[in-house]
Nanobody, 120 residues
Framework: QVQLVESGGGLVQPGGSLTLSCAAS????????MGWYRQAPGKQRELVAG???????NVVDSVKGRFTISRDNAKNTVNLQMSSLKPEDTAVYYC??????????????WGQGTQVTVSS
């Protein structure tokens, strides 16, 4: 099993910045990818960004240029740096972990989620 613990959510004004962190523990040798999903009220959960052990990343078009995903393999953590935040970024953000599959991922583990609210 892999345990994921997120931190860093909160309330931020439009145009502001926030960094989310996720620490993985447990049987981390079974994963080679980590990522961030988000789910806004009334909407489906969507992948925001993913990163592999060797540093390959992908970011959804709606946040490209504003969000950056990074990973510290030594500390088993993944960060999501968010800038130029918009009200539509408001959601519960979930850390995920799993393995790569072709051009995509198979996510097997999830964090409990952290709320990000962008509002003035």
């Amino acid at each position: 099993q892999v345990q994921l613990v997120e931190s860093g959510g909160g309330l931020v004004q439009p145009g502001g910045s926030l960094t989310l962190s996720c620490a993985a523990s447990g049987s981390i040798f079974v994963i080679n990818a980590m990522g961030w999903y988000r789910q806004a009220p009334g909407k489906q959960r969507e992948l925001v960004a993913g990163i592999t052990n060797d540093g390959r990343t992908n970011v959804v078009d709606s946040v490209k240029g504003r969000f950056t995903i990074s990973r510290d393999n030594a500390k088993n953590t993944v960060n999501l740096q968010m800038s130029s935040l918009k009200p539509e970024d408001t959601a519960v953000y979930y850390c995920s972990a799993g393995t790569t599959s072709g051009l995509g991922y198979i996510w097997n583990y999830w964090g409990q989620g952290t709320q990000v609210t962008v509002s003035s």
